[in-house]
């Protein structure tokens, strides 16, 4: 943000209570944050950056920066206390391919490097950075902010035009303005156990998984389990991200707050996940969040705006913090555009405030009903199925050139399938198992179909979905598009596998 600022023509200054390289979680992206992090670069003239948005690229430029190859979404099923049921592998997994080669893959972002590189390209391109500042008072008024506080036992204040809140969920402008939380409806109160691990093993690929559509281990890899689950994130420097999301009620029950001693308790639980760490070590202090969702009940003032990442946070489960949090900058990027003079800054404000809190809500219902049925695998992999159809739709739509035809996240305002889809993940909220649940799992195939760009509405015995340029080139008409606009889309995206060079 701060760099397209100073694209803009601001005079722009970073504030950073910490000093980089820091350790920070939410780590992997998915292909919209990418796409996003691509127009951004190419639209603000950003081409540093620009490599960042794929794994090829990245590890051609800058292989010195932490980062794991992310194929797609792996998702297992287990029950706590119970050896994983060898004889109904597919049931009990979901694997959704997000590229077709490692080339053109996703990332997870090692942010310690990551966000370094980004505040070093930042003060390169002119932004004046000032670390391990404290603020203890920010007053908005119509013609700006000042912020006062100190830097290494020296008085700081600064006067700006407009302040962007990039701090996080109850961050800065929570408590210097006193704003209020807004309760996610229906959403279950949940907390979280982290940390960063060296010695993961990667389990040896046999039997079932041998011909999956990408190496299930080299994607995001979600542990699903009653009330809760957990997570592995593989980087190609050795270390590994885990940890555990649970409702409150899990959550006690494993003792979340001790750290440590319930990280072993949950592996204890599960056989598979226990044999991968069976030589692992912490080499982060165990951190946990005792709360961690939130929305803030104010997302702009008349000077001010927070970025999506501040404004709230639901649940790493579909990995969507980046993109929500990329969305909102290209939202405010555009406003700044327009200027801080202009008519319009204050309705633009209310608007990106709006989109902001709908997009924050549409995220929270989905995921409280993935959690309201997390001992229901079936019926939560085709809620699974409402997002990744949503998210293929909205990425293909953006790439043709066409974001009208997806401009909401999750398409939650789209004219059929938003409201559908609502309806949907309101009824998974009360249907139990049983009839009601298979009648549910055929209505949100049925619903998907409309914008399902990636063959996921079909039925599928194993819950496999690979990437497939053929279900993109049947889909032309749902995105108003020709067979001619796919395969140039194709080509242009680098879809077909590069040639090998000796
Ligand atoms: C457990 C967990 C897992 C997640 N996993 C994912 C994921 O896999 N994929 C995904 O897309 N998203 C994920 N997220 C969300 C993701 O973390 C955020 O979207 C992302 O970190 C936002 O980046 P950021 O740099 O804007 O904010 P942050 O990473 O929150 O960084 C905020 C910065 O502000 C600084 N700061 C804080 N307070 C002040 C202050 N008062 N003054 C000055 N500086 C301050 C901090 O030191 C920090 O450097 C996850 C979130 C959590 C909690």
Not at 195 to 212: M, Q, Y
Request: glycine share 6%; net charge negative; with cysteine.
């Amino acid at each position: 943000m701060a760099m397209i600022a100073k694209r803009l023509g601001y005079s722009v200054v970073l504030l950073e209570r910490g000093k980089h390289p820091r350790v920070v979680i939410g780590e992997s992206s998915t292909p919209l944050a990418n796409l996003l992090l691509e127009d951004l670069c190419r639209r603000y003239n950003l081409p540093a950056v620009a490599p960042l948005a794929k794994w090829g690229s990245w590890q051609r430029s800058y292989q010195q920066i932490g980062c794991g190859l992310k194929r797609g979404f792996t998702f297992y099923h287990h029950r706590l206390d119970e050896p994983d049921d060898r004889n109904a592998p597919y049931e009990n997994q979901l694997l959704v391919a997000a590229s077709p080669h490692d080339e053109i893959a996703d990332t997870h972002w090692f942010r310690a490097d990551f966000d370094s590189f980004l505040v070093e390209q930042a003060r390169e391109l002119g932004v004046a950075y000032l670390d391990e500042v404290k603020f203890d008072q920010v007053a908005c008024r119509e013609t700006g902010a000042t912020l006062s506080g100190a830097r290494n036992g020296t008085e700081l204040s600064i006067d700006a035009k407009f302040l962007i809140d990039a701090t996080g969920p109850r961050g800065l402008l929570h408590h210097a303005l006193g704003l209020a939380e807004s309760p996610l409806p229906h959403y279950p109160a949940t907390q979280a156990l982290y940390s960063h691990f060296s010695g993961v093993t990667r389990p040896a690929r046999t039997g079932a998984n041998e011909t999956a559509p990408y190496p299930p281990e080299d994607a995001a890899v979600h542990h699903v389990f009653d009330d809760g689950w957990a997570w592995v994130l593989r980087f190609n420097n050795g270390i590994t991200s885990a940890g555990v999301a649970a409702t409150d009620e899990l959550a006690s029950h494993l003792r979340l707050d001790e750290g440590a001693n319930a990280w072993h308790r949950l592996l204890g639980r599960i056989p598979s996940l226990r044999d991968q760490f069976a030589s692992a070590d912490a080499i982060q202090p165990f951190r946990h969040m005792p709360r961690l969702s939130f929305m803030s009940s104010r997302v702009v003032g008349e000077r001010w705006a927070l970025l999506p990442s501040a404004a709230g946070f639901v649940d790493p489960l579909l990995s969507n913090g980046f993109p929500l949090t990329l969305l909102g900058i290209e939202r405010l990027s555009q406003i700044l555009e327009s200027g801080l003079d202009s008519p319009c800054l204050e309705s633009a404000l209310k608007e990106y405030e709006r989109r902001t809190r709908d997009e924050l809500l549409a995220t929270s219902r989905l995921i409280a009903a993935l959690y309201a049925n997390m001992s229901n695998f079936r019926l939560f992999k085709a809620l699974c199925l409402l997002y990744f159809a949503a998210a293929s739709y909205s990425e293909s739509a953006r790439r043709l050139g066409k974001p009208h035809l997806a401009s909401s996240f999750l398409l939650h305002d789209h004219p059929q399938f938003g409201l559908h889809g609502s309806e949907l993940v309101e009824r998974a909220m009360h249907v139990s198992q049983g009839a009601g649940a298979a009648q549910l799992i055929g209505d949100i195939l049925k619903a998907i179909e409309p914008i399902d760009v990636a063959g996921l509405s079909r039925p599928n015995a194993r819950s496999w979905y690979p990437v497939d340029a053929t279900d993109l080139l049947e889909s032309c008409s749902k995105l108003e598009s020709t067979p001619e606009e796919i395969e140039s889309l194709l080509q242009r995206c680098g879809f077909h596998q590069p040639q090998q060079h000796a």
